[in-house]
């Protein structure tokens, strides 16, 4: 029987069952969806039919001795892949991805430092377009392009609000690029792709609220609550921070926790303390070396960020707060003076019951997380509702 094209959405929650488990019976699918089995067995053999899903083997018997149970999951040899861009205010990764979850970095480059947005889209648009010509990828065998940036993002008209790194304001990203690449395109917050991305997300997704923090050259963040990745703008870094001389932020006011605690704000108090032009790893590798100028930047950057995470996390009530980023990758030189802060600044109970760490995701989330997105809006969505 054919699927229901009224009612996609089993189609698609199905699916992503299916990816996340990797391997999952029609009995387990059955009490995952609170559906009947004669109807997961319709809905599976219609992804089966429509070549997104097969059966790949047989599962455990149960323990009266039953027949094994028939293993589903996604197809490892669908044909058509999507893409995946991740655009950084330093460093600009193209990829492509296959719908069982497997991907491929293709390239990743310096960000054009003009920041104009005609440039790195264009930029953008030559790295798809050279990864497309390289792996002899067709048109028709890209079935869309997921983009991930920072800043305030309008994912459902494809366009860049406003972005304080880049300067950006009104940018329909998504439909300048489609013209260049001549593919649909799709575009998220790059830490909300990022939480979808982290490996850890599957886990999250069974806490009730989580707060999840973009450490890197700014300071983003993302709420997972009731397992869904929250709408709208969550601007922790440009949250007011008590600081003793007023900073002046790229989004225009003054003493934001970007200003105290960014990746930018590592580099330009490195400039003030050290009077030396450095990037954030390379602030991090003196620290590592002993050099007290250095240790000091990562201890008030600790401070600053932990009070910051303090005071979500007393709106919110977080059970797990997840730091990732580039600059969570030296967490080593700030955890004690984060958490210490995060202690002093937040009530005991909402403290005692938030569960904080730091991801063990390097730096390839934001494009997993771009690739899932596009999967979702794309294969997973539009596939299923051409299913008659």
Same mark, same amino acid.
């Given at each position: 029987m054919p699927f229901d094209t009224k009612r996609p959405g089993h189609g698609i929650t199905a699916l992503n069952i299916i990816r996340n488990k990797g391997l999952i019976s029609r009995t387990e699918l059955s009490r995952t969806m609170k559906l009947s089995k004669p109807k997961i067995t319709q809905l599976s053999q219609s992804l089966i039919n429509a070549g997104l899903i097969e059966a790949t083997g047989e599962g455990h018997s149960t323990s009266s001795g039953g027949r094994k149970p028939i293993l589903l999951s996604l197809r490892k040899d669908y044909p058509k892949v999507v893409i995946g861009v991740d655009i950084g205010a330093y460093n600009? %990764?193209? &990829?492509?991805?296959? $719908? @069982?979850?497997?991907? =491929? $970095?293709? %390239? =990743?480059?310096? =960000? &054009? &430092? &003009?920041?104009?947005? +005609?440039?790195? $889209?264009?930029?953008?648009? @030559?790295?798809?377009?050279?990864?497309? *010509?390289?792996? #002899?990828?067709? *048109? #028709? #065998?890209? /079935?869309?392009?997921?983009?991930?940036?920072?800043?305030?993002? @309008?994912? #459902? %008209?494809?366009?860049? /609000?406003?972005?304080? +790194?880049f300067k950006w304001e009104d940018v329909a990203l998504a439909e300048l690029l489609s013209a260049e690449v001549n593919l649909p395109v799709y575009l998220e917050n790059c830490t909300k792709a990022m939480a979808i991305g982290d490996s850890s997300y599957d886990a999250l997704q069974e806490s009730d609220t989580v707060l999840y923090v973009n450490h890197g050259f700014g300071v983003g963040s993302a709420v997972i609550r009731d397992r869904k990745i929250m709408p709208g703008y969550c601007e922790m870094g440009h949250m007011t921070i008590a600081s003793s001389r007023d900073v002046i932020c790229y989004c225009g006011k003054s003493n934001c926790l970007e200003t105290q605690a960014s990746g930018w704000a590592i580099e330009w108090m490195a400039m003030d303390k050290l009077n030396k032009d450095l990037t954030a790893h390379e602030v991090a590798q003196l620290a590592d070396e002993g050099d007290e100028a250095a240790k000091s930047i990562f201890r008030h950057v600790g401070r600053c960020l932990g009070e910051a995470i303090a005071a979500s996390a007393n709106l919110l009530s977080p059970d797990y707060i997840v730091i990732a980023g580039g600059v969570s990758q030296s967490n080593h030189l700030y955890q004690s003076s984060l958490e210490k802060a995060f202690r002093e600044n937040t009530m005991r109970f909402i403290h005692d019951r938030s569960t904080l760490s730091f991801s063990e995701c390097k730096s390839e989330s934001a494009i997993r997380g771009i690739l899932k997105v596009a999967l979702t809006k794309s294969i997973f969505s539009t596939e299923i509702e051409q299913l008659n």
């Open positions: 600009l %990764k193209v &990829s492509f991805g296959h $719908i @069982n979850g497997d991907y =491929t $970095i293709y %390239k =990743t480059e310096k =960000t &054009s &430092s &003009s920041h104009f947005p +005609n440039v790195v $889209i264009r930029q953008s648009a @030559n790295l798809v377009l050279e990864m497309m *010509e390289a792996h #002899d990828f067709k *048109e #028709d #065998d890209v /079935i869309c392009v997921g983009v991930s940036i920072g800043g305030l993002v @309008n994912s #459902d %008209k494809g366009q860049v /609000i406003y972005s304080p +790194n």
